[in-house]
């Protein structure tokens, strides 16, 4: 068995950097510097240092884990589909065809195996008259009321659901863990102030606020994806706060800190990664609230109008649901799909981690 | 005259590791007026035979066979309609921690007055009136009729947990180790309370615990169980003078003010898993013990007169001796 | 206990005292966070205007409208008029109604009011009884089914629930009208009817989690020494469950309940009322957020916070009222 060392780390690090600038490249049809890209970059090389690589590190521990959610059926399910979602985000975009182009010959197209009866224009009489028209495999989801493939929306918008999701809920998580570990680190005035303003934030409801800041500030997805981590990272920090507390009386850190140690050191070295596992569990759980929210601010028309969001599809296809029910259907389905995975994943993560709590 | 006879009971647990049996062929009877202590270590399945009486053992435990004779008709024959008019009513039990056996978040005096609602046709004034003078009668006074359990002592939750289980005046107590969460001075107090009670009232009672001292006060009989089965039974004096079983030996040596020598024995070793128990269970601790030990079960062998063993070798020059050292 | 009834309005008091503090925060980061955005609130409408040609001095209208946002003056008055004009109920003008913001709200919160009582009743009554009924059967096929269910119900985005619901009741099966009739008086038998689509919506999900609440709630209880206290009582087992499990095992869940009013329920709300057409609160914030009408959505998600900073307040009472063993501290 070969050794993994730092080094390696940081050149895996700088292939999945190059990676992800190179699919963002091909697949965002070169936005080479979206600010999304860099945010990926910096993701990448943190989900590396402080998860895969401690993981990697503790195999032990890793494996008794990893046994212990493979228990649970329902998770497994749950992580299966999500992988499928993350495949499909990164490589269907090859494979399918451009979401927003346009074919008006066979807007309307139900999905294969369904046919409706629609009036459709006649070239050669020049009227229109009614005709059965049934899916085909060219467009196996069917197409919109545009005329544009909705397997090719939806693959597209996997894509800004997990970018989101993950995004967002990291940001979430980092603004969380500062505020959480320097709030029961250096207590006092310093832990009333934050969690006095922790407690102002958790007092807003979550999403009036999210619409409220949207509205003010325009709706772009690299904005959108800030404002949901901006705003939602009360529960973390209230739950890492509460776990640093009761880590800071525990023998290792009193030990260290007898030996020395200053502040920032037993910060990383010992308090971070002791809140890792319930950092997991917080991010698995938190990334279905953060898509629905997404998907619900596109819903409503505050979304970015330049992406194929599920939610966009859906509040296009809400509007004719006499007619292509399935626009309405489908990205629903998906996005059901998707956070059902996330809970089901989260709650047999927390079960592994610790079959007591109640987060 | 018998008052409760249990016969061969087993209870089994039926858990994902295997088949726990936590009682199994446990025998004994309970005279009208007596006190009958169960004792033995901790998992030997005291409180399980206790609860086993009462039909109170809940998933994944099941009563497996045996007969539990009360009044002359088995108690496994009934319904749950008529086992619920039996418990709190006919049979009370009170249990080991009173703070966690009392419900937190309602008055000890609702607590007390809620067998009497169901079992006796009383008026709520005659309900109230009598569960009042109970409290008074276990010395707690009459103001902490509307206090929290969290708002009294332990000692006090124990007595209010006697006085809800006299509400009705049954027949038969059942202490399952009452006083093993007191202090000495409050346990001694609560011995009082309870005998006195106990004579007032002309009740019989099983009482579990494993303090030898307290069997010593107040048993009239004993039975001594481990890893599910009975040991030995017999008159508290037999057990003490003339034990002859290598348990029972074993614990009167662990104990200071019972061995006429200084020397403390403990029983060397721990209670064995009781999944697949095999020949008698305690041969893998006892140091007496001899091949056939590991294969066969004795269930019981007279000794004297009311006075049961069950050791293949109770009558052997060893035991007999070791019996003489250890015995008051 | 006298004692005890002095330290509980100390508490009130206390609670009270602190809530004022969050609800002043409320207000500043609101201001803060309408003083960051690009550009004047007005700037939008006045395009609006300028385009239509309606008015004849756009710099008139301009100064106008600074002068009633108190935009001319510096941002400490700027600051102390938005709080005191609150403090005073004075919650501004709706731009696109022309109607002040105050009585826009107090014609149409009753619409949300009763959404989201509606759904609550719903979501509780059933979401109590088969949390219970799933921890009383725990193991078994019914809890299973129960589980995932409640995970499903959890899971499915609201908003395309309602979408679902329209499609297969409305237009399929034409059991319900596709749009909330608003000439219907509030809480009338057709109004109810009118309401059963969308209180399923928002209802549904609420129901769920609450389900898992008391379920898990339930299975700590039903371990609790005192339950076999009260079998030995001889106490009926539904007794047992109803009486001495269900008290218990309600105290987390209240105020679980309360606290998810904020984050589930009105963000729900918001969305089912967008849906249906219900003139709520939402609906109100979602036309004025496109008719560029600050004062209206800035009211809005105050109410929301303030709402919520009651509810808060609301469930720490309720626990010291139904928890005889917490302590006022
Ligand atoms: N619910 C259960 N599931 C599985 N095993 C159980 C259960 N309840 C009891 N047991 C097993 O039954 C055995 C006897 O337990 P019991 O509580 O009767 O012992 P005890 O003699 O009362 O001990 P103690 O002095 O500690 O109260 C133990 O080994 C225990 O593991
Ligand atoms: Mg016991």
């Known amino acids: 068995m070969f050794k993994l060392s730092r080094k390696l780390i940081f050149v895996t690090i700088i292939a999945v950097i190059i990676a992800t600038i190179a699919i963002d490249f091909f697949a965002m049809s070169g936005k080479l510097l979206s600010p999304l890209g860099y945010f990926y970059a910096f993701f990448s090389v943190f989900m590396l240092l402080y998860v895969v690589y401690p993981l990697y590190k503790n195999r032990r521990l890793t494996s008794y884990y990893w046994e212990r959610t493979r228990k649970n059926r329902l998770a497994m399910l749950g992580l299966f589909f999500i992988v499928f979602l993350v495949i499909l985000a990164i490589a269907g975009p090859f494979f399918t065809q451009d979401p927003n182009h346009v074919n008006f010959e066979e807007k309307n197209l139900p999905p294969v195996g369904f046919t409706t009866s629609q009036s459709v224009y006649d070239s050669q009489t020049g009227s229109l008259r009614n005709a059965e028209i049934s899916g085909t495999w060219k467009h196996p989801l069917g197409m919109d009321d545009k005329g544009r493939d909705i397997l090719a929306m939806l693959v597209s918008g996997a894509r800004v659901s997990l970018q989101v999701g993950l995004v967002a809920t990291f940001i979430a998580l980092i603004i969380g863990v500062i505020i959480g570990v320097s709030s029961a680190y250096f207590g006092g005035m310093v832990d009333n102030i934050l969690m006095r303003f922790t407690d102002i934030m958790m007092t807003f409801p979550f999403f009036l606020l999210l619409v409220f800041i949207v509205f003010i500030f325009g709706a772009d997805l690299t904005l959108i994806i800030l404002i949901i981590g901006m705003t939602g990272w009360t529960g973390a920090a209230r739950i890492v706060r509460s776990e640093a507390l009761s880590l800071r009386t525990r023998e290792f850190v009193l030990a260290s800190r007898a030996l020395g140690a200053s502040d920032a050191r037993i910060i990383f070295r010992h308090l971070i990664p002791n809140v890792m596992g319930t950092l997991i569990v917080i991010a698995t759980l938190s990334i279905p609230g953060v898509i629905l929210a997404e998907a619900a601010l596109s819903f409503i028309g505050l979304g970015d109008p330049t992406v194929a969001s599920w939610g966009r599809i859906l509040n296009a296809g809400q509007d004719n649901l006499e007619t292509t029910w399935w626009v309405a259907v489908e990205p629903g389905i998906m996005l059901f799909l998707t956070v059902l995975s996330f809970n089901f994943l989260g709650d047999g993560l927390r079960d592994a981690f610790d079959p007591m709590s109640e987060l | ?328 | 206990m006298p004692g005890k009834k002095a330290s509980m309005g100390e508490y009130i008091a206390r609670r009270l005292f602190y809530s004022l503090i969050i609800a002043w925060g409320i207000l500043t980061i609101t201001f803060i966070l309408l003083r960051l955005a690009p550009g004047s609130p007005a700037d939008n409408y006045l395009a609006n205007i300028a385009a239509s040609g309606r008015a004849r001095d756009i710099a008139q209208v301009q100064a106008a409208i600074d002068a009633r946002y108190g935009l001319d003056k510096p941002l400490y008055l700027q600051y102390a008029d938005y709080i005191s004009n609150l403090l005073h109920g004075n919650l501004g003008w709706s731009l696109s109604t022309s109607l002040p913001v105050s009585e826009l709200l107090s014609k149409h919160w009753i619409y949300s009011f009763e959404l989201i009582f509606l759904s609550t009743v719903f979501a509780v009554l059933i979401g109590v009884s088969i949390g219970i009924y799933s921890a009383v059967k725990q193991r078994t096929k019914a809890d299973y089914a129960v589980t995932v269910f409640s995970f499903m119900g959890i899971s499915i985005p609201n908003f395309w629930l309602g979408i679902m619901l329209i499609l297969i009741f409305s237009v399929k099966l034409g059991l319900f009208k596709t749009y909330y009739d608003t000439s219907l008086p509030l809480f009338s038998l057709e109004n109810l009817k009118a309401m059963t689509l969308p209180v399923i919506t928002l209802g549904s999900g609420m129901l769920a989690g609450y389900s898992r609440y008391v379920r898990s709630a339930a299975l700590d209880n039903l371990r609790k020494d005192f339950v076999r206290t009260a079998r030995a009582k001889g106490l009926p087992e539904r007794t047992v469950i109803l009486k001495h499990v269900f008290r218990n095992a309600m105290l987390p869940v209240i105020t679980i309940i309360m606290l998810d009013m904020s984050g589930v329920v009105f963000g729900g709300a918001y969305l089912t009322e967008i849906i249906f057409g219900i003139p709520g609160l939402g609906r109100i914030s979602f036309n004025a957020i496109f008719a560029d009408d600050y004062a209206v959505v800035v009211a809005v998600t105050l109410i929301g916070a303030v709402v919520t900073l009651i509810f808060n307040l609301l469930a720490d009472i309720a626990y010291t009222y139904l928890d005889p063993r917490v302590r006022y501290v």
Do not use: W
């Open chain 2, 1 to 328: 005259m018998n008052i409760l006879e249990v016969k061969q009971l087993k209870t089994y647990f039926f858990t994902r590791r295997g088949i726990v049996k936590a009682v199994d062929d446990v025998s004994f009877d309970l005279q009208k007026g007596e006190v009958l202590c169960l004792v033995g270590e901790s998992g030997s399945g005291k409180t399980v035979s206790a609860l086993s009486i009462l039909g109170l053992i809940d998933l994944p435990g099941r009563i497996m066979g045996g007969e539990v004779i009360f009044d002359g008709k088995d108690l496994r024959q009934y319904t749950p309609r008529q086992l619920r008019n039996i418990r709190g009513k006919r049979i009370a039990m009170i249990f080991q921690d009173p703070k966690e056996s009392l419900n937190p978040v309602f008055t000890i005096g609702v607590q007390i007055m809620e067998p009497m609602k169901i079992h006796l046709k009383l008026s709520d004034k005659e309900t109230k009136e009598k569960a009042t003078s109970l409290l008074e009668r276990v010395g707690i006074p009459k103001e902490r009729f509307f206090s929290y359990p969290h708002e009294l002592s332990g000692g006090m939750n124990q007595r209010a947990m006697i006085a809800m289980a006299l509400a009705c005046d049954p027949e038969i107590l059942i202490a399952d180790e009452p006083t093993s969460a007191l202090d000495v001075t409050t346990q001694a107090l609560f011995l009082e309370v309870l005998m006195d009670l106990k004579k007032e009232r002309g009740m019989s009672m099983i009482f579990i615990t494993h303090d030898l001292g307290i069997v010593a006060e107040i048993a009239d009989r004993v039975v001594v169980m481990y890893a599910g089965r009975v040991m030995e039974k017999a008159e508290v004096t037999q057990i003490f003078e003339n034990p002859r079983h290598p348990y029972t030996i074993g614990l009167l040596n662990s104990l200071p003010n019972f061995t006429k020598k200084k020397k403390l024995m403990p029983i060397p070793g721990q209670i064995p898993s009781l999944i697949d128990l095999r020949g008698c269970v305690f041969h893998t601790r006892c140091r007496f013990a001899k091949e056939i030990c590991a294969k066969v079960i004795l269930q019981e062998a007279t000794v004297d007169e009311g006075h049961l063993s069950a050791c293949l070798f109770h009558d052997s020059q060893e035991i007999v001796k070791a019996s003489k050292e250890v015995g008051v």
